[in-house]
């Protein structure tokens, strides 16, 4: 199953807003039997979808909505080695996306799509490269959700190749050592040039895991410190996948709350240049006059809203209020607007942004 793109989320956001769009997110758990517990789950929410149907909508629309839910829902593979489904039915849409994070499990009748889960599923959900070193021979592998897929190389991966290679270039060497650290400088040199031609494929931050001496001598030669996220030493030739992705989930969430760091570093430079915005109704407002490409959020933010006097002007709700009016999330709402306008977003933790109102925007 393929990671999310940018183009799904897209189709999704551009698909057109036709009353009504029903977002079903699920999580893939069970205490005993997924298939049995994830099929009794879609059927309370089925019925509850269809009980709201039936009090706002025409009946032959009710009827439709209720058809394509059922025949998504008999499309959803339970075998993918994900964390959740996110299933968009419209009248005239339909989308079946799944989710590398856990979720909580909600249905949404609105007239556009939930797109949180997904986009932050893309964002959050750790991938990376690792680069695996030893002194004989060398691995690079896609990481992610508990999972390492091996990446085709360029080169030999096996330094016995290297040895083939350069023997006139090392005939002379009189001692043994001095030859192989020739050849073992050569091999670390050309898997540095093709690390260099995966990072551009694949722009992941990389960790480079091997024995202490091997990851000094990468060091000095690499050219791309830039991309890596960490180096962790130790004997890992004989060390089983499992056991990997366990040495690195220390690390990823280590990287996590650097990155966590350095956002709060970028908004506090851009303060200083007045360059940002920060608080629920004035980023609404800007995102809106289409200011700034750039928003941080909070990941667990949620704000309900009425609109004020303008589309630019949102209202804490209150009761009673307008229908009409009523903004479910703003937060979704910005984060629409800002991808629709070429712009990103940056998910973080939970009062990483409590200085910031829990949102921000960037100007610049």
Not at 11 to 36: D, G, Q
Not at 80 to 95: D, L, R, T
Not at 311 to 336: H, M
Request: glycine share 4%; net charge neutral; hydrophobic share 40%.
């Amino acid at each position: 199953m393929s990671n999310i793109s940018i183009s799904d989320i897209k189709e999704i956001m551009e698909a057109v807003h036709y009353w009504p769009s029903i977002s079903i997110i699920m999580p893939f758990l069970a205490k005993i039997n997924l298939e049995t517990e994830l099929k009794q789950s879609f059927k309370v929410k089925l019925d509850e979808i269809e009980r709201e149907l039936k009090d706002n909508y025409p009946e032959d629309i009710s009827k439709l909505m209720v058809k394509k839910l059922k025949i998504a829902i008999d499309k959803v593979d339970l075998n993918v080695p994900k964390n959740g489904v996110a299933i968009y039915v419209s009248p005239v849409f339909e989308k079946i996306v799944y989710l590398d994070v856990l979720v909580k499990e909600r249905i949404i009748i609105d007239e556009s799509f939930e797109i949180r889960d997904m986009l932050y599923s893309k964002k959050k959900c750790p991938k990376y490269l690792l680069l695996l070193l030893s002194a004989k021979q060398f691995g690079v592998y896609l990481g992610s959700l508990n999972q390492l897929t091996k990446i085709e190389t360029s080169i030999p991966e096996s330094i016995n190749a290297y040895i083939n290679e350069w023997p006139e270039k090392v005939a002379n060497f009189t001692d043994s050592n001095d030859r192989r650290q020739v050849i073992i400088q050569k091999f670390l040199q050309h898997i540095d040039t093709d690390l260099g031609r995966i990072i551009r494929n694949y722009e992941l931050p990389v960790f480079v895991m091997g024995v202490k001496k091997i990851l000094g001598h990468f060091k000095k030669i690499s050219k791309h410190q830039k991309a890596v996220a960490g180096y962790i030493s130790g004997n890992y030739d004989k060390v089983s996948f499992a056991k990997l992705e366990k040495i690195l989930k220390e690390h990823l969430e280590q990287w996590r709350n650097e990155k966590d760091k350095t956002v709060v570093e970028i908004l506090n430079i851009a303060e200083g240049k007045n360059k940002l915005i920060k608080g629920i109704k004035p980023v609404w407002e800007a995102a809106m006059e289409n200011i700034g490409n750039r928003i941080f959020v909070e990941s667990n933010f949620v704000f309900s809203a009425q609109r004020g006097g303008t589309l630019n002007l949102i209202e804490d709700l209150e009761q009673p209020y307008n229908k009409f009016s009523y903004i479910r999330d703003a937060v979704d709402d910005i984060i629409e607007k800002v991808l629709l306008n070429g712009g990103d977003v940056d998910f973080v933790d939970s009062d990483v942004l409590k200085n910031y109102e829990h949102i921000a925007l960037v100007t610049y």
